[in-house]
């Protein structure tokens, strides 16, 4: 039988081998409170291999995921999705450099845009103003946007979307490598895509050279694990795995490399079943959403801006645009009165993600709770529904590079005061960690009203260094 990683830590859990090296637990369950793993959490010994130097076990289990994912070489992120993409586009840009990069994108984007000092084109996505969804990236302005700045080195898109909407990765990556530059995918919330047909194709099937993966999203995986895929040559392996070794611990957690490890055994031996079972489940579940009228289910049929190429069905998004709630109510009554915890709250929709580990049982919970909601909200007198006020972000006027923005002498004033004013700091809600101002853009009125309709709603608004959100980081004016 193959050695795996799993089952070797936990036959040597059970060995023994006393530990004089760290951890300072000494795998000893005396030393800490709490029902932890220790005596499977181990430092690099003798046969456990080293991930930044992998040449044995710790090889063959990113070899192992490698060949489920269909790729040429995967590589464990144990700083999850986000120490992933620093490293991806570290490696794909040199230090100056340009990327076009969709607007929509996660933080950590931002972060090696950041730490790299590299230019950065936007390009946005459509949007759903009534709903307050992004929706794809447009292949043919990805296109267009190449043409204007053959400087560009590197496309980064995220797809899914947080709320599951799919670009037309293939057409996107054919523009990208008709300019001769690789395309990055953020596909953290897709890790489950290759193991149904039921869902949307991985971009690493359709032409993407990097591909991320949050397994620990929607796999049965622990939190903070990723993979990043490098499924072509136009990026330097050796460059990508340089930068892994920069962002990543080099103590890495070994419970949770064997949780990745675990993870794919396990779906490669019973995940065909697992997945049958779950989008039975799922679409049974959608069916019954489906026929609610006040809590409604989202489909691309009903977004206002009809492009969807594709969609994730795993993420459901119940909208409250029919209803006399807002999705921050919503989202409590699941809570409190029900006991469904959601993935996410916005202002005119809740987001529930579902994946492989979810039961029948849980399914019908959901059901029955938004069906009751639904039934409260047919009972209730109405004149008319008022026209909600369309939630639109909006394009920032790009004025900096962020690193110009991050690293110039700032001062702090007033929201309002600050419209006109260049951020020296990102302002995100969290989850999805989408920035809605980015240093060095410009602090327009319309990004202030936002703010303040959020803070109202008692959305909590990350990013700022004042955490009340009253004041925001400007550049100095005489910078």
Do not use: W
């Not at 992004?134 to 296109?143: A, D, F, Y």
């Not at 136009?234 to 993870?263: H, T, W």
């Not at 979810?358 to 909601?373: H, N, P, Q, S, Y």
């Amino acid at each position: 039988m193959e050695d795996r990683l799993y089952k070797k830590l936990e036959a040597y859990g059970k060995s023994d081998f006393y530990p004089f090296h760290m951890p300072g637990h000494k795998r000893n369950p005396l030393t800490v409170d709490g029902d932890f793993p220790v005596e499977r959490d181990i430092t690099e010994i003798n046969g456990f291999d080293n991930l930044h130097h992998a040449e044995d076990i710790l090889k063959r289990a990113q070899e192992n995921v490698a060949r489920i994912y269909g790729v040429q070489e995967s590589f464990f992120s144990i700083n999850g999705s986000s120490g992933a993409i620093l490293a991806a586009v570290s490696a794909a840009v040199k230090k100056g450099g340009h990327i076009l990069v969709a607007r929509n994108c996660h933080k950590a984007v931002y972060h090696g845009i950041y730490l790299r000092d590299l230019e950065a084109t936007y390009i946005y996505p459509h949007e759903d103003s009534r709903l307050g969804i992004n929706g794809g990236i447009s292949p043919s302005r990805v296109e267009m946007y190449l043409a204007e700045n053959p400087d560009i080195e590197a496309v980064l898109i995220t797809s899914p979307t947080y709320d599951g909407i799919v670009s037309d990765v293939a057409r996107i990556a054919e523009a990208a490598h008709n300019h001769g530059v690789p395309l990055i995918v953020d596909e953290a919330h897709g890790a489950h895509f290759c193991f149904s047909d039921y869902f949307p194709m991985s971009a690493a099937q359709l032409g993407a050279d990097v591909v991320i993966n949050s397994v620990h999203k929607t796999l049965p995986c622990l939190t903070q694990t990723g993979v990043i895929h490098l499924c072509s040559n136009r990026v330097s392996r050796e460059k990508l795995k340089r930068f892994l070794g920069i962002y990543q611990s080099s103590s890495p957690s070994y419970i949770l490399m064997s949780s990745i490890d675990a993870c794919m055994d396990k779906l490669e031996r019973e995940g065909d079943e697992m997945f049958r079972v779950f989008t039975e489940n799922l679409e049974k579940a959608r069916v019954r959403l489906g026929k609610c009228k006040y809590i409604r289910l989202v489909t691309p049929e009903v977004c206002e801006y009809r492009r969807v190429f594709d969609f994730d069905r795993s993420k459901i998004l119940l909208s409250t645009v029919n209803s006399s709630l807002n999705g921050r109510q919503l989202h409590r009554i699941l809570r409190e009165e029900f006991h469904l915890e959601m993935e996410m709250e916005a202002e005119n929709y809740v987001l529930a993600l579902a994946a492989v580990g979810d039961t029948e049982e849980g399914f019908r919970r959901l059901c029955e709770a938004v069906e009751e909601i639904d039934r409260r909200e047919s009972l209730k007198y109405r004149k008319e529904i008022a026209e909600t006020e369309s939630v639109k972000n909006g394009k920032m006027k790009q004025i900096m590079r962020i690193s110009q923005a991050m690293d110039a002498d700032s001062e702090r004033c007033r929201l309002e005061e600050g419209i006109g004013r260049i951020s020296a700091e990102f302002a995100y809600l969290y989850p999805p960690g989408i920035p809605l101002i980015v240093p060095g853009e410009q602090i327009s009125g319309h990004f202030v009203k936002n703010v303040r309709r959020y803070l109202e709603q008692g959305f909590e608004v990350q990013g700022l260094s004042d955490q009340t959100s009253e004041t925001i980081c400007v550049v100095s004016n005489d910078v």
